[in-house]
Every structure is written in structure tokens, then in C-alpha cells.
């Protein structure tokens, strides 16, 4: 499998930026897919995850800010990051996530797959 991000970049205070994520080597449309992000000096956080059916679930970090979609004819996941703020500043990946019970929040960011290289989103003024 492979997973290629978009390039990070650097983005204001209360700005926006979209990263996506192609994938290919596997099928797609049959793998949740999460995005997860580690901050300098800090541990890997799960931010979001998108099922199979479209369902999306966020952690409370950035929930009503962050937007996971999802193309599955471009086999490529996305992520919109609105009101982005500097504790947002992290080496942002996406990765198949082997997620056994969906409906829950915290079956999410245990169990991944592949993974993609990693993109550098910094939030600096």
C-alpha cells in the first residue's frame, strides 16, 4: 500500500489549510481511514477517522474545526482544518485504520495500517 500527503505548509492564526491523502495498492473503499498528527516533544495523537460508509469521528481536540472526507473513486482522504490554532502545529499523517468497533471514539487510532510519509503543518503568526 501506498499513501501520499499533500504538502503542509505554514498557516496564520485562525487560518485554514487542506491536506489530502492518495492512496493506492489496496482497496480503498473497504478501509476506514484516519488521520493522526505528533507535536513537537509530544506522543502521537489520533485526530480523525472516516468508516467505510462515510461516518466520521473526531477527537474533541478539533471537533467543529476539522472535516475528514473521503473520494473513493480518487482512493484519497482528506482533511479540512479550519480555525487552525499554533497547538495544531504537528507532523500531520494519514494511515488505514484497522478499527474493529467504529461507533465508538475510542475504537479509533489503535490498530494501523500503512501509513503515509508525514506532512509538516505549522500555525504561526
Known amino acids: 500500500a501506498q499513501l501520499v500527503a499533500s504538502e503542509g505548509g505554514l498557516v496564520q492564526p485562525g487560518g485554514s489549510l487542506k491536506l489530502s491523502c492518495a492512496t493506492s495498492?489496496?482497496?480503498?473503499?473497504?478501509?476506514?481511514m484516519s488521520w493522526a498528527r505528533q507535536a513537537p516533544g509530544k506522543g502521537l495523537e489520533w485526530v480523525s477517522g472516516?468508516?467505510?460508509?462515510?461516518?466520521?469521528y473526531y477527537a474533541d481536540s478539533v471537533k467543529g474545526r476539522f472535516t475528514i472526507s473521503r473520494d473513493d473513486i480518487k482512493n484519497t482522504v482528506y482533511l479540512q482544518m479550519n480555525s487552525l490554532t499554533p497547538e495544531d502545529t504537528a507532523i500531520y499523517y494519514c494511515?488505514?485504520?484497522?478499527?474493529?468497533?467504529?461507533?465508538?471514539?475510542?475504537?479509533?487510532?489503535?490498530?494501523?495500517?500503512?501509513w503515509g510519509q508525514g506532512t509538516q503543518v505549522t500555525v504561526s503568526s
Open positions: 495498492g489496496f482497496t480503498f473503499s473497504i478501509h476506514a
Open positions: 494511515a488505514i485504520d484497522f478499527v474493529s468497533t467504529p461507533e465508538d471514539v475510542a475504537g479509533w487510532g489503535i490498530a494501523f495500517g500503512s
Open positions: 472516516i468508516y467505510i460508509d462515510g461516518t466520521t
